[in-house]
């Protein structure tokens, strides 16, 4: 069997991807799922987190949101039998590529796949349910009547975030940075209180969120970054576009929240000393904070069984690409790595 795996030759450089002919898979352990798998959805893989983790290889796999059938179960197996159909993360420091027609998982990182979702929107979705349910669950409580400001919303996770958010009742505030995305926005159903178009950098967000609020500022903002210096002083076209961290701090409301993704956020004394005036808080979005808490283990399998409900029920409808075959990951990762693919890609098998 091939598998998809990246090497990077020296820290700072562009990552390769490669299809090695893998071994025989090693026997099915106590707790392990043998799973062929139909869909795996890619993602952008945080080699400088690896690396702080201690988790660097010659060869990382690729590829680790999953759906597929269970093959085999290990003898202390409970969850699951042959011919389930499952879906999954592999974690973190997983040496098996989800984009390999067969391989073995713990049973604590599994699912059952509801009969009326697809392996495709499965995979797609699962990664983007957890990072939202974990910003608007467990970093800031999300309830109805708050107010929400998703920025980006019209990517895969800003997609997810706004739905989640819309179900439980809070009123939405979105961001969109290109005109194709804020017809997206617009698009969707139930309707997103206010779609804030900052494609040509020129609309004031603080300005706009606070009089959509009749002054009193959002109750929790999900940033998709943030620009931490003077627009002089940034050097991508992507970064002119995102708010400023002062205007996140003002646009928040009397105890806000604000779920940042970035993790090298600065607050200078007086941006904390607004942010105490206000009663707010500074939350950190790590994607694999799961992964690394095994304490938590069911809490997200609680996650990921809501997430597949929520999916089975029309809660949750992804911004997912066309499926691509197995013979095109290596292109498409390449993209994701780059962080040029506005929608979910997922290969099928």
């Not at 959805?41 to 988790?55: F, R």
């Not at 970064?239 to 940042?260: A, E, Y």
């Amino acid at each position: 069997m091939k598998a998809l795996f990246c090497q990077q030759k020296a820290p700072g450089e562009e990552l390769t991807f490669v299809f090695q002919e893998r071994e025989n898979l090693h026997p099915t352990r106590d707790n392990d799922v043998k799973v062929q798998v139909r869909a795996c959805a890619l993602s952008w893989i945080d080699t400088k987190l690896l690396s702080e983790m201690k988790m660097e290889k010659d060869l990382l796999p690729v590829g680790r949101e999953i759906s597929g059938i269970v093959l085999e179960v290990g003898r202390k197996v409970s969850f699951f039998q042959p011919d389930d159909e499952v879906v999954g993360i592999l974690p973190l420091d997983s040496e098996e590529s989800g984009l390999c027609e067969v391989v073995l998982v713990h049973e604590h990182y599994l699912v059952r796949k509801p009969e009326k979702v697809c392996w495709v929107e499965a995979a797609g979705t699962v990664r983007d349910g957890v990072r939202a349910y974990t910003a608007l669950h467990y970093l800031s409580q999300v309830s109805p009547g708050k107010s929400v400001l998703v920025m980006d919303g019209a990517s895969p996770f800003g997609t997810i975030t706004i739905q989640l958010a819309q179900h439980r009742g809070a009123k939405v505030i979105s961001t969109a940075y290109s005109l194709e995305d804020k017809q997206f926005l617009e698009r969707l159903r139930p309707a997103v209180a206010r779609v804030i178009d900052g494609s040509n950098g020129k609309i004031d967000v603080a300005e706009s969120c606070l009089e959509e609020t009749g002054g009193l500022g959002v109750d929790i903002v999900v940033d998709a970054g943030v620009k931490l210096y003077s627009a002089e002083d940034e050097s991508t076209s992507k970064s002119q576009l995102l708010p400023h961290k002062h205007d996140i701090i003002t646009l928040l409301g009397v105890g806000g929240h604000w779920i940042t993704t970035e993790r090298n956020l600065q607050l200078d004394p007086p941006d904390s000393h607004s942010l105490f005036l206000k009663g707010a808080t500074v939350s950190f979005l790590n994607d694999e904070i799961w992964n690394l808490s095994n304490i938590q283990q069911g809490k997200y399998l609680c996650i990921l069984e809501d997430i597949m409900e929520k999916l089975s029920s029309s809660v949750f409808r992804p911004q997912l690409d066309e499926p691509i075959p197995l013979y095109e990951a290596k292109v498409s990762m390449e993209i994701v790595q780059k962080n040029q693919a506005r929608k979910r890609q997922v290969i099928q098998f």
